[in-house]
């Protein structure tokens, strides 16, 4: 019996000696909070200046993959003046460098997809500037429409038709959203700074038409009666997430969106893209600034887990430290790195690499600029 004591005793030292002589590594309470996510960056390819079936292919300001067809979606913002409002449906190949890393073979315009009101009739010129896509598991393509203020054209979340491209559904917006068409506005989102981003987290279910799927949106920059003039103070954007179900569309929150202060010249500043990473409400998110330093872009994991429902205030100008943000983690600057970046408005999850990891791309608006490209970005992307 003493000696099993004393046994006891030994391993139990010993183990204590072992404790105190390790340093246990400190991981800090916001790490918890976030995916660890890493991307590498592979390729680019330019898409050629070029006309498409009467239409000129350029503006494209959002992309979307679909895996069950191998299908990969690209929004033109056109507003009905070069073309109608549309999108294209593209071919993409990858092969291997000679490196043997994963690169672009290949992407090419196969077609496109025009989108219509709900009796099938073209939009007016400047009646819809589509900005944000997302596919839905009901055989719909989500589109979000910045509107424009200055005309009288409220934004706008519709769910349209994937292979007729006829609008379906219009999910209701907050008031505070709409211009009020006061001179100055004091009310909704600024001119060609509202609903750019746009993703889709998808239930459980694989009966699309029963279990309820949600969409995420946010505002390229604050709203009016949000917008603070202290340059000291990062802007506040809203983050908007709906519940969607058969015959249902419902708001179930909104959060405080902090951007990156501007970086020192800048014209622009502003969030561009949304990426659904899980459905515990992890999500990769696209900021892009535009200056005297030319684009300048960065990519951050966001954690909205504990965010404020900011539903029921009025401003978020001034001090709002009291109000919980969506926490964000860079996860790379590009511009930092050396990666060449255009105006990047558009980020999906593609097909599997070749080494059948995740790939990662980006797509940029040329802005129907001669001097300007349609640049895509190939990234692996890595989660845990």
């Known amino acids: 019996m003493r000696q099993k004591l004393k046994l006891w005793l030994a391993v139990g030292l010993a183990a204590m000696l072992l404790l105190g002589g390790c340093a246990v590594p400190r991981v800090r309470a916001e790490d918890r909070l976030f995916l660890r ?44 003046r070069l073309g109608p409002p549309r999108f294209y449906t593209l071919a993409l190949g990858f092969t291997s460098d000679s490196a043997g890393a994963p690169a672009f073979d290949r992407i090419a315009v196969e077609s496109f997809t025009e989108l219509t009101d709900p009796e099938g009739q073209t939009y007016g010129v400047g009646q819809l500037d589509p900005e944000g896509m997302a596919l839905s598991p009901r055989q ?17 979340i519709g769910e349209f038709d994937l292979e007729t ?11 505070r959203y709409l211009p009020d068409g006061e001179t100055p506005p004091q009310r909704g989102t600024q001119n060609n700074l509202s609903l750019e981003s746009l993703t ?60 990156d202060l501007e970086p020192q010249g800048a014209l622009l500043n502003g969030l561009t893209e ?44 001034g001090d709002v430290e009291s109000i919980q943000p969506i926490r964000k983690q860079l996860v790379l600057d590009l511009t930092a790195a050396g990666i060449p970046a255009e105006n990047l408005e558009g980020m999906t999850l593609g097909p599997r690499l070749p080494d059948g990891t995740q790939s990662l791309l980006m797509i940029s608006d040329n802005n129907f600029e001669a001097t300007q490209e349609t640049q895509f970005l190939l990234f692996r992307l890595r989660t845990g």
């Open 200 to 259: 889709v987290s998808l239930g459980q279910s694989s009966n699309a038409l029963i279990e309820p799927f949600r969409i995420f949106t946010a505002t390229e920059s604050a709203l009016v009666q949000d917008y603070d003039d202290d340059p000291t103070r990062a802007l506040n954007n809203r983050f908007l997430h709906y519940l969607i179900g058969e015959n249902q569309s419902t708001v179930i929150a909104e959060h405080r969106y902090p951007l």
């Open 165 to 175: 491209g006829r609008m379906q559904a219009a999910f209701r917006l907050p008031e």
């Open 274 to 317: 949304l990426l659904t990473l899980d459905q515990g409400g992890h999500f990769l998110a696209l900021e892009r600034a535009f200056g005297l330093r030319g684009f300048q872009v960065k990519l951050f994991q966001l954690a909205s887990g504990g965010a404020t429902d900011i539903s029921r205030v009025a401003s978020l100008k």
């Open 140 to 156: 719909t393509v989500l589109i979000s429409s910045e509107g424009d203020a200055a005309q009288g054209v409220d934004p706008l």
């Open 37 to 80: 996510v890493s991307v590498d960056y592979l390729d680019e390819y330019r898409l050629p200046q070029q006309a498409f079936e009467g239409t000129t292919v350029g503006g494209l300001s959002a992309i979307a993959y679909s895996p069950q067809t191998n299908q990969l979606y690209a929004l033109s913002d056109d507003r009905g």
